[in-house]
C-alpha cells in the first residue's frame, strides 16, 4: 500500500490550495479514505473523511464550508481543496486509507501566514 501526497505550500489567509494523494497497492474504489491534520505541537486530527464510493463525507467543524474532501476512483486520487485559508489551518496533512488494512501517506506541509 503506498500513499502520497502533493499539493502542499505556503499561502497568505483567505487564499487556496489542493491536496491530492495518489493511491496504490490496493483496490482504491472499495476504501473509504481521510485526510487529517497535525499542527505543531497538537494531535493529528480528522479533518474529512470520504466514503468508497464518493456519496458520503463528513467534516471536522472547523473546516465545514470551507474544504471539500472528493474522489476520482478512475485515477486513484483523493482530493481535499481547501478554500479561506487560516492561519490555524497550518500543519502536515496526510491522507489515510480507513479500514483494517490502514495505511497513511508521508504527509504534506500547509503553512498559513501573511
Known amino acids: 500500500v503506498q500513499l502520497v501526497e502533493s499539493g502542499g505550500g505556503s499561502v497568505q489567509p483567505g487564499g487556496s490550495l489542493r491536496l491530492s494523494c495518489a493511491a496504490s497497492g490496493f483496490t482504491f474504489r472499495w476504501s473509504a479514505m481521510s485526510w487529517y491534520r497535525q499542527a505543531p505541537g497538537k494531535e493529528r486530527e480528522l479533518v474529512a473523511f470520504?466514503?468508497?464510493?464518493?456519496?458520503?463525507?463528513n467534516y471536522a467543524d472547523s473546516v465545514k464550508g470551507r474544504f471539500t474532501i472528493s474522489r476520482d476512483n478512475a485515477k486513484n486520487t483523493v482530493y481535499l481543496q481547501m478554500n479561506e485559508l487560516k492561519p490555524e489551518d497550518t500543519g502536515v496533512f496526510y491522507c489515510?486509507?480507513?479500514?483494517?488494512?490502514?495505511?497513511w501517506g508521508q504527509g504534506t506541509q500547509v503553512t498559513v501566514s501573511s
Open positions: 489515510h486509507k480507513e479500514g483494517l488494512q490502514e495505511a
Open positions: 470520504i466514503s468508497s464510493g464518493g456519496g458520503s463525507t
